[in-house]
């Protein structure tokens, strides 16, 4: 089974609109922590948040934040105020405890903010 | 800090050919990571190294080899190259303890096997 699953392959937002990219989990560990990084085009993989499964508020940084619904098992990624520097490809990840801290990552969100 | 480097940054290879690629941190990371990215895909973990001197298999460890002698740097190798291996390679090195302790990723190589 999917561990992480994102089910939108390409999304569109107006610049300066806000915009959520959908991510779900699948895992029996009750430890575990939710990444996003963004993959511009230039290829780099960049952090952008992370939420524990233990953390009681949704995490929050600059105009990202996640929305994080423990008992659905999603992890959205929410930006606010798009920015043509926002398109990019997006990934949720996962890390589960006692697994050398690696990451299972989903497919993908290719995000295109538009003009 | 240069942070996480990867070199070369592309290569390409005939079938059957071996090659190595290095990856080199200098934020005295405990934790390094080989990850492969494919079309329409996430990364998927190859090998990981937990500390100087160990290695483990990930999700898809066949075809690879790798070594971890110095605690800096993380090497994956490929002794005979099939175009199956066409992909790009990112490495990625990341802390020990409680936290997020996100990975660090490296610009990535692009491998093409003909």
């Known amino acids: 089974a999917q561990k992480i699953t994102q089910t939108q392959p390409g999304m569109f937002v107006q610049e300066k609109e806000a915009v959520t990219l959908d991510c779900t989990y699948d895992?029996?560990?009750?430890?575990?922590?939710l990444f996003w990084y963004k993959q511009p085009s230039s290829g780099e993989m960049i952090f952008l948040i992370y939420?524990?499964?233990?953390?009681?508020q949704n995490a929050t940084e600059g105009r990202y934040s996640l929305n994080f619904q423990k008992a659905r098992k999603s992890a959205n990624l929410v930006i606010s105020a798009s920015q043509l520097g926002d398109s990019a490809m997006y990934f949720c990840a996962m890390r589960e405890s006692g697994s050398a801290r690696q990451l299972t990552f989903g497919s993908g969100t290719q995000l295109t903010v538009l003009p | 800090n240069a942070g996480v480097t990867q070199t070369p940054k592309f290569r390409v290879l005939k079938t059957g050919q071996s090659m190595t690629l290095l990856c080199a941190q200098d934020?005295?990371?405990?934790?390094m990571y080989w990850y492969r990215q494919d079309p329409g895909m996430g990364l998927r973990l190859i090998h990981y190294?937990?500390?100087?001197?160990?290695?483990a298999k990930g999700e898809v460890p066949d075809g690879y080899n790798v070594s971890r002698l110095k605690k800096q740097n993380f090497l994956l190798g490929l002794e005979s190259a099939a175009p199956s291996q066409t992909s790009v390679y990112f490495c990625?090195?990341?802390?020990?303890?409680?936290?997020?302790?996100?990975?660090?990723f490296g610009p990535g190589t692009r491998l093409t096997v003909l």
């Open positions: 895992t029996s560990d009750p430890s575990y922590g």
């Open positions: 190294s937990v500390g100087e001197g160990t290695t």
């Open positions: 934020m005295n990371h405990e934790y």
């Open positions: 939420q524990g499964s233990y953390d009681q």
């Open positions: 990625a090195s990341s802390y020990v303890g409680q936290g997020a302790h996100e990975q660090f």
